[in-house]
Antibody, heavy 121, light 112 residues
Framework: QLQLQESGPGLVKPSETLSLTCTVS??????????WSWIRQPPGKGLEWIGT???????YYKPALKSRVSISLDTSKNQFSLNLSPVTATDTAVYYC?????????????WGQGTLVTVSS | QSVLTQPPSASGSPGQRVTISCSGS????????VYWYQQLPGTAPKLLIH???QRPSGVPDRFAGSKSGTSASLAISGLRSEDEADYYC?????????????FGGGTKLTVL
C-alpha cells in the first residue's frame, strides 16, 4: 500500500529556506506512471498547489511561487524534496506531499498526512 | 480569493441529499477535468471524484460528480454523520502565466 510521509523542520525563520522531504513507501518514485507534488494549506484556509516533478526530473511550479521554489528527486532514497526560499510569515502552512497519475489533466490521488511549518523569528 | 468558487457552507439532515457547487471559467473547469476531495477534520484530503464523475474504488456511490460548461457539482445522497467534512473542487487552469492547479475555497458540510 502506497504511503507518503513528510518530514522537516516545523519552524523556519523569515528570509530563510524551508526544506521538506517526502519519503515514499509501497511504490517507486522512478515509475514513469506517476508524478509527485507538493501542496500546502495555511491554517484555516484552502489548498494551494506548489509544484510537481516527474520521474524524468521535469518540474512544473505554480507561477506565483516559481521564483522561490525548487523540487527535486532522490531515487536512491525513494524521496522527493521541496525547497522554498526566502520565506515569510505567509508561507506558514501544513505542507502535503502527494502522488498523481501521469496522464493529462490528472490531479493527485494519494496524499501524505501533512506537516505543519511555521515561519517565525 | 480562490480561482474556483464554492459556497463556504452546506448542511443537511441524515438521509437527505446535498449538492455542492463549484464555479470556474473557460480556462479551468470548462476545458479540464474536475476533481473533488474530502477533508475530514485534522486529516489530509482524500480523493472523492476524479475526471468529473469517476469514483475511486472504495468511495460509496452516494457521492456523484457532474460538470457542465464552467461549473461542476458534487452531490451526496443518503447523508450520513461521517460525511461531515470540508469538500474541495480542483482543476487545471491554463492562463497566460502558465499552467496551474486551482482549488475552490472549500465547503464545510454540516450534518444536522
Amino acid at each position: 500500500q502506497l504511503q507518503l510521509q513528510e518530514s522537516g523542520p516545523g519552524l523556519v525563520k523569515p528570509s530563510e529556506t524551508l526544506s521538506l522531504t517526502c519519503t515514499v513507501s509501497g511504490g517507486s518514485i522512478s515509475s514513469s506512471s506517476y508524478y509527485w507534488s507538493w501542496i500546502r494549506q495555511p491554517p484555516g484556509k484552502g489548498l494551494e498547489w506548489i509544484g510537481t516533478i516527474y520521474y524524468s526530473g521535469s518540474t512544473y511550479y505554480k507561477p506565483a511561487l516559481k521564483s522561490r521554489v525548487s523540487i527535486s528527486l532522490d531515487t536512491s532514497k525513494n524521496q522527493f524534496s521541496l525547497n522554498l526560499s526566502p520565506v515569510t510569515a505567509t508561507d506558514t502552512a501544513v505542507y502535503y506531499c502527494a502522488r498523481g497519475i501521469a496522464v493529462p489533466g490528472a490531479l493527485p490521488d494519494y496524499w501524505g498526512q501533512g506537516t505543519l511549518v511555521t515561519v517565525s523569528s | 480569493q480562490s480561482v474556483l468558487t464554492q459556497p463556504p457552507s452546506a448542511s443537511g439532515s441524515p438521509g437527505q441529499r446535498v449538492t455542492i457547487s463549484c464555479s470556474g471559467s473557460s480556462s479551468n473547469i470548462e476545458s479540464n477535468y474536475v476533481y473533488w476531495y474530502q477533508q475530514l477534520p485534522g486529516t489530509a484530503p482524500k480523493l472523492l471524484i476524479h475526471r468529473n464523475n469517476q469514483r475511486p474504488s472504495g468511495v460509496p456511490d452516494r457521492f456523484a460528480g457532474s460538470k457542465s460548461g464552467t461549473s461542476a457539482s458534487l452531490a451526496i445522497s443518503g447523508l450520513r454523520s461521517e460525511d461531515e467534512a470540508d469538500y474541495y473542487c480542483a482543476s487545471w487552469d491554463h492562463t497566460l502565466s502558465g499552467q496551474d492547479w486551482v482549488f475552490g475555497g472549500g465547503t464545510k458540510l454540516t450534518v444536522l
